[in-house]
């Protein structure tokens, strides 16, 4: 069975940090790309960051970049973000999402992803 779990939202202020994790089972981990997306009330689900676990890429939105990181750990079968200088419009669920055979760059649309987590939920207060 596959699954794919978050953990590590929370309650934080603005400026601070949490970091995410996604621990997945049930697929071949190295041949998937992993993603993080959210979806903050009343919007639209949006993609956040991708890494590819074959290589080790990884792609931002521009209003995470260069204070969102992700990463991998193969071993551990885990894909962690952590989010620095949070901001009150980062506030909502995030999901990790889990694909194979993706376009090769970018992050890319949420329906070519195969497998998703439950979410946790991130509130940032100002």
């Known amino acids: 069975e596959v699954q794919l779990v978050e953990s590590g939202g929370g309650l934080v202020q603005a400026g601070g940090s949490l970091r995410l994790s996604c621990a997945a089972s049930g697929f071949t981990f190295e041949d998937y790309t992993i993603g993080w997306f959210r979806q903050a009330p009343g919007k639209e689900r949006e993609g956040v960051s991708r890494i590819d676990t074959t290589d080790g890429r990884t792609y931002y939105a521009d209003s995470v970049k260069g204070r969102f990181t992700i990463s991998s750990d193969n071993a551990k079968t885990a894909v962690y973000l952590q989010m620095n200088s949070l901001k009150p419009e980062d506030t909502a669920v995030y999901y990790c999402?889990?694909?194979?055979?993706?376009?090769?760059?970018?992050?890319?649309?949420?329906?070519?992803?195969?497998?998703w987590g439950q979410g946790t939920q991130v509130t940032v207060s100002s």
């Open positions: 999402a889990g694909g194979d055979d993706l376009p090769p760059t970018g992050l890319v649309a949420e329906d070519l992803y195969d497998y």
